[in-house]
């Protein structure tokens, strides 16, 4: 749900010692702007650093065994 009460067109999940998976109408660009080719209404955003295909997680965070810590308070 957004802020105003209406219903979320996206939302990300933060996935323990994972990835971030976006669902919904988003865009993925570059730091220059350029977009980022997807062919899914889902994807996982790779944080630990280790994927061969980023932005995008191909489990490679469970290789490298990262731990992503506490969630924020
Ligand atoms: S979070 Fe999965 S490979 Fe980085």
Same mark, same amino acid.
């Given at each position: 749900m957004n802020p105003d009460g209406g219903p979320a067109e996206s939302s990300i999940v933060v996935c323990p010692d994972g990835p971030l998976i976006i669902r919904g109408s988003f865009e993925i660009v570059t730091p220059s702007g350029d977009a980022v080719p997807r062919d899914r209404q889902t994807v996982a955003l790779c944080r630990?650093? =280790?994927? =061969?295909?980023k932005p995008y997680c191909d489990g490679s965070h469970k290789m490298v065994r990262f731990r992503s810590g506490p969630p924020a308070a």
């Open positions: 630990c650093g =280790a994927s =061969a295909i």
